[in-house]
């Protein structure tokens, strides 16, 4: 054992049969193949415990030397988001009116967006993503942190597919630049603003644009023996 090191426990892997994995994998991607990025959300409430939950199995992501370089803001004033709709708007008014190219806007043609983020108010709570580049010591100042943007990006990933399996329909909102989440959230200045995502349930109405996943082959290229 390392000095100074954890204590080594057990790992209490439960190793499946295959038929019990080909079951389960089966049902996996079936849920996963349902989720769909939502825009238009209804105001019900969201029973906050089970997105806790959500915020807690994001936390179990891998980390650069178990770092866990990441804090969720859990959003539900309503005064909170409106502060964040307007300047999420400010920005976005930018990037859609210069900043982004005409191929960029023509790529997303398809999904109907524009500056005007009504969910950013509606969404019934939104959980701001923030990494954690380094954090803050007393002997040293600073701490440093490892993998910082692949830790928080595969936290997220965890969080969107905790939410689904729990019923909660997401949206990424990526506002760029992001800076004004830590202002008006008030973080630290070790913490950067990742993610966005406003969360709820889905209005009745909700359609999406009807596009297709990538396959099997066009994502996965096989290199086991005897295969070139
Ligand atoms: N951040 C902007 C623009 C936007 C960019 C991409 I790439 C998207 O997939 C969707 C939107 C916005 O949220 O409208």
Request: net charge neutral; hydrophobic share 35%.
């Amino acid at each position: 054992m390392a000095e100074g090191g954890p204590q080594k426990i057990p790992l209490n892997f439960n190793r499946r049969t295959n038929a019990e994995m080909n079951e389960g994998s089966e049902r996996m991607l079936a849920r996963y193949q349902s989720r769909r990025t939502v825009r238009h959300f209804s105001s019900d409430p969201l029973p906050l415990e089970v997105v806790e939950r959500c915020i807690l199995a994001a936390g179990t992501a891998p980390s650069g030397a178990h770092k866990q370089p990441w804090h969720f803001c859990l959003i539900t004033d309503p005064a909170i988001k409106k502060k964040i709709r307007e300047a999420a708007e400010k920005e976005e008014y930018f990037n859609y009116h210069g900043r982004m190219s005409g191929r960029w806007l023509k790529d997303l043609e398809p999904f109907d967006t524009n500056h005007i983020k009504p969910h950013l108010e509606e969404a019934p709570a939104l959980i701001a993503v923030f990494r954690q580049a380094w954090q803050p010591d007393e002997l040293d100042g600073r701490k440093q942190n490892y993998y910082v943007q692949e830790s928080v990006g595969i936290a997220c990933g965890m969080l969107l597919a905790a939410l689904h399996e729990s019923g909660i329909a997401a949206l990424t909102h990526t506002p760029s630049p992001m800076a004004f989440l830590c202002d008006i959230l008030d973080r630290p200045s070790h913490e950067k603003a990742f993610l966005l995502i406003p969360i709820g349930f889905p209005t009745d109405d909700c359609e999406v644009p009807d596009i297709a996943r990538k396959s099997l082959d066009e994502i996965r290229s096989n290199m086991g023996a005897g295969k070139k």
